[in-house]
Nanobody
């Protein structure tokens, strides 16, 4: 059974930084896509940053230049470094892993950015 556990969320002032971690109970290389999504109150869940086919990265336009997704395959962990945070980054951040058969989601971690 695949499990994804996020950590690292919290409250920070605008301009600050946080690093999220997603620990995967299984090899991260076995997934076609793995990465981060977020959902703000009253809004749909949206892509933040992902790895596709192992090394190709994809970022939402709103986070390009501020967020960086990385992975440590030895630790089966995916990270999201978030810099220059803005109040509009406030959301629950979810880790997602996808293989040809199904999607797996973590429970989410709250990020709150105050102005």
């Amino acid at each position: 059974q695949v499990q994804l556990v996020e950590s690292g969320g919290g409250s920070v002032q605008a301009g600050g930084s946080l690093r999220l971690s997603c620990a995967v109970s299984g090899s991260t290389v076995s997934f076609n896509v793995i990465g981060w999504y977020r959902q703000a109150p009253g809004k749909q869940r949206e892509l933040v940053a992902t790895f596709s086919s192992g090394v190709s990265t994809n970022y939402a336009d709103s986070v390009k230049g501020r967020f960086t997704i990385t992975r440590d395959n030895a630790k089966n962990t995916v990270y999201l470094q978030m810099n220059s945070l803005k109040p509009e980054d406030t959301a629950v951040y979810f880790c997602k892993a996808q293989n040809p058969w199904r999607d797996y989601w973590g429970q989410g971690t709250q990020v709150t950015v105050s102005s």
